[in-house]
């Protein structure tokens, strides 16, 4: 069966540092992935997606994650944190049979942002 | 820009107790999601549902549970005796459908407390 794991589950930096979140995936067919930011109060929103070509796949609010399928991970990563970027952040994977889709979801990583 | 919306924010009921939680999704979509989190848990597929009726349901979604689409703009999702173990955020989702990936766009959630 296809799944997700986050290895963390909360990442306090500082401002202005770099940061990863990592994701590993287990799945045995075609894997598309994704990375979800919920921020307080809100729902969930794309950051970004690898569905096939480039393994390094550029988001939005300067986040980027790339797909290896050696190690069959797919971590997110940002060179420059703000106080903005904290967040929750859901690594993905879909799972599509007979017309419908699902999305199979890691328990999430907490950023905290830190001035 | 469309979202999805989902009310009420927080909703508390007794054990027992019937309560429906309702979404708008976004006007053009045709595929409709319900999702839950308990709290600290992963984010789980509960039920997909298309051209008024379900797509696919988890092991979640059992007798208790049941959707509807019972007009032109809203999506419920309704528990009819809930449990202890019901408690969680559940969020709804919606997307133009179909088969490869299409983004599922999620509204902010509804924090079901049962007592």
């Known amino acids: 069966a296809q799944s997700v794991t986050q290895l963390d589950s909360q990442v306090p930096v500082f401002e202005e540092a770099p940061v990863e979140l990592r994701c590993n995936y287990s799945?045995?067919?075609?894997?598309?992935l994704f990375w979800y930011v919920q921020y307080p109060n809100q729902g969930l929103q794309l950051l970004l997606k690898?569905?096939?070509?480039?393994?390094l796949v550029k988001g939005i609010n300067g986040f980027e994650a790339e797909f290896n399928k050696s190690q069959t991970s797919f971590h997110l990563r940002k060179p420059s944190v703000h106080i903005s970027d904290t967040a929750e952040y859901f690594c993905?994977?879909?799972?599509?049979?007979?017309?419908?889709?699902?999305?199979?979801f890691g328990k999430g990583t907490k950023l905290t942002v830190n001035p | 820009e469309p979202e999805v919306t989902q009310t009420p924010s927080h909703q508390v009921t007794q054990m027992g107790q019937e309560v429906i939680l309702r979404c708008v999704p976004i006007s053009n979509h045709l595929y409709f999601y319900w999702y839950r989190q308990i709290l600290g848990q992963k984010v789980e597929f509960l039920v997909s549902f298309y051209n008024n009726e379900i797509s696919e349901k988890s092991e979640i979604f059992d007798d208790q549970f049941s959707v509807e689409r019972p007009d032109g703009s809203n999506f419920t999702l309704k528990i009819r005796s809930t449990k202890l173990e019901d408690s969680a955020m559940y969020f709804c989702a919606s997307s133009t459908g179909g088969v490869p990936y299409n983004e599922q766009f999620f509204g902010p959630g509804t924090r079901l407390t049962v007592l």
């Open positions: 993905a994977v879909i799972i599509a049979q007979g017309g419908s889709e699902k999305l199979v």
């Open positions: 799945s045995s067919v075609s894997v598309y």
């Open positions: 690898y569905l096939s070509g480039s393994t």
